[in-house]
């Protein structure tokens, strides 16, 4: 590690600010575990005594830190594993923050001839003495306390804990400051680096890298933090820490788990396993996650996912001794429920294009109809005002598309995740959905719709009634597919799968007849699908197509399923594809032909974001093509949105919504619809 050059008086105060926004992250990321401990997500009530007031955060950042503290304990905990016979070990805590890792591990009883040296800034080292001499408990536990001081660099002094105030930056002056506190460098070592190395410029931080192999001959490194900064997601992520005057830097130049590897190899460690945090999350036991997806209700499947898929979790080891505490990687679908695949993708890629006349949209959650060509509507669904209590129409004009204000006579509810489904000849039934999580809607809705009655062009005026509904209606739910279906000379709503807010998946199908509004048993033969929500299900040759979806244990499925309709009923049928396709959800589909047509979604098996994947139902051929997404100014998500054909030949399609919570770094919503131009793929 070379030492930081000398910096002018303007350099300092630039280094200064940024250091100083790095070490407000500390202070946001302390809050997060703590909401996380206390809703019992792990076991840390040392935690509390770090921050002036316990804050209750959203679930998806208590489950965030939750998966970021269970990893980096599960690799802590191998590590006194597999060292425990060693007459002493140490561990050296890199930008440890406010962390109570020293103070938990104590009163668990896990430091037996185990030193604890943490380092960070001198003015986190500081503050953190401060609280920990202000704190009984805290200081209790410092067991031989011969420093406790307010001035640096060694902050705090005792037998088996070590605070030290100092730029790891500077190698000569780390260097002395940890000899000087008692730093071993031939004693086994646990390095730990959680969200720390990003922040530094990538020379340096591959220098903290390198000099930590170079000068701890038996040592196992662990390391969280951020990949994948080019997806839309990554972008949203990136954007962020900038407005926090915190940029990441290491992800734009190591921006894989397979990158990272390569990273610490090269830099003189010897073995390195990297795991993203859907692969960690899916190592761990059945019984260990579901017992986290109970803790709380929870609704944001897509913002787990994709958080998981942008961190990683890195063990890389120097010398024999460590080797056996790496990380397990999985090989292949016996050992993983969510073993990696690469798509085919084909070398052409499919643009997408702002929708003429750039009407605002900014939702999730809803659902859409084609009223009539050049008429489109859209219901419920979140957008930054909060849930939404009115439909929109979107109405093709001369010079482009307007959004139009759609008055409703009636039922008003408001609900998101639901089904809309068009019925030529009147409008629209909705079906399901939910207020939130816990609130399901067990209401369906009749949309009328009068196609010569319509003077104003800037409105729509529809009528909304409640459906009163004979025979044994089906559990409300939500993120479940309604389908048009006509057998025997009467038109059925077929209602399958979704979730319920105590059973996560669903598998069960229902008709509803339309004619006398009447739930109906019609027969179904053949295995069932998988239970799943958040699926496609599209009208195909009398029947429909399945494809897709979040299945049991929360993991995404990749198979297309066929209702056929005979003469007595519907038989189920599973369409054999000649090559597998990456497992996805929240994605849309249509039929075109004889082939599904299935945009976006969220997979967590392979790399980038889903496109286009094109599947022939009578072949079982695929091919899969990437999005062009660079006419659009906006970060495009492709998760929570509707999509709809816009021409009578299926060439193009519009997106409209979409996007979601970025775990903390902010809600994005996509602007504006655009169009995708199918002819390309569908010539193909």
Partial sequence: MNEAPPATNSKKKQKHGKDAAVQGTNDS???????????????????????????RRA???????????????????????????????????????????????????????????????????????????????????????????????????S?????????????????GVLSEAGLRWDCPTLVLSEVVLTYMETEWSDAVIGWA??????ALIVMYEQIRPDDPFGRVMQNHFLKLNSKIHALCQYPSTSAQTQRFLQKGWEKCVCLDMNQFYFSLSKDERERVEKMEPF???????????????????????????????PKGKTESLVPLMAPELQSFSMAVWPLAGAPCVEMVGMASSVLKPGLLLLSGGFG??????????????????????????????????????????????????????????????????????????????????????????PKPRWRHTATLLNHGGRNYIFVFGGRTEREPVLGDAHFLCLEDQHWTDVPLEGCFPEPRHSHS?????????????????????????????????????????????????SHTAHVIGENLVVVGGVWIQADGVPGVAVINLTTGGSVEVNIDTSSVPWPLMLHSFCSELLDSEGAELVLIGGGGNCFSFGTHLNNHPVTLDLRPVLDH
């Fill in 299 to 329: 609704d944001e499947f897509e913002e787990w996912h994709q958080k998981c898929s942008h961190y990683f979790i890195l063990t890389a080891s120097k010398g024999s001794l460590t080797s056996p505490a790496l990380l397990v990687p």
């Fill in 159 to 175: 037998a088996q804990y070590n605070l030290l105030g100092v730029d790891v930056r500077n190698e000569r002056e780390a260097e």
């Fill in 59 to 157: 679930p998806l950042i208590n489950r965030g830190y939750y998966v970021r503290w269970q990893a980096v304990d599960h690799c802590v905990k191998q590590f006194l594993r597999v060292t425990g016979s060693c007459v002493s070990r140490q561990i050296l805590s890199l930008g440890a923050g406010f962390d109570s890792l020293y103070f938990r591990l104590h009163a668990e009883g896990s430091l037996e001839r185990v030193v604890v040296f943490e380092v960070d800034f001198p003015d986190v080292a500081r503050r953190k003495a401060a609280l920990i001499n202000g704190n009984n408990r805290l200081k209790d536990s410092l067991l031989e306390l011969d420093l406790l001081v307010q001035t640096g660099p060694v902050y705090v002094r």
């Fill in 29 to 55: 990321s302390v809050v997060s575990k703590v909401s996380s401990a206390t809703q019992g997500y792990f076991q840390d009530d040392l935690l509390q005594h770090f921050v002036c007031k316990v804050s």
């Fill in 384 to 473: 930054r005002g909060g849930r939404h209590t009115a439909a929109t129409a979107l109405i093709r004009g001369k010079t482009g598309w307007t959004c139009a204000t759609v008055e409703l006579d009636g039922d008003k509810g408001v609900r998101l995740y639901h089904a809309l489904t068009s019925v030529p000849g009147w409008g629209a039934v909705i079906t399901g959905g939910r207020t939130s999580p816990l609130n399901p809607i067990d209401s369906v809705l009749k949309v009328t719709y009068c196609l010569n009655d319509q003077p104003d062009p800037k409105t729509v005026q529809l009528s909304v009634e409640k459906m009163v509904c004979t025979g044994q209606a």
């Fill in 537 to 585: 299900a599209c009208a195909y040759r009398g029947g429909l197509v399945i494809f897709g979806g979040l299945g049991q244990g929360g993991v995404p499925l990749g198979d297309v399923i066929l209702l056929k309709s005979m003469s007595t009923g519907f038989v189920w049928e599973r369409l054999r594809l000649q090559s597998a396709l990456v497992p996805r959800y």
């Fill in 213 to 218: 192999a170079r000068i701890l001959p038996q």
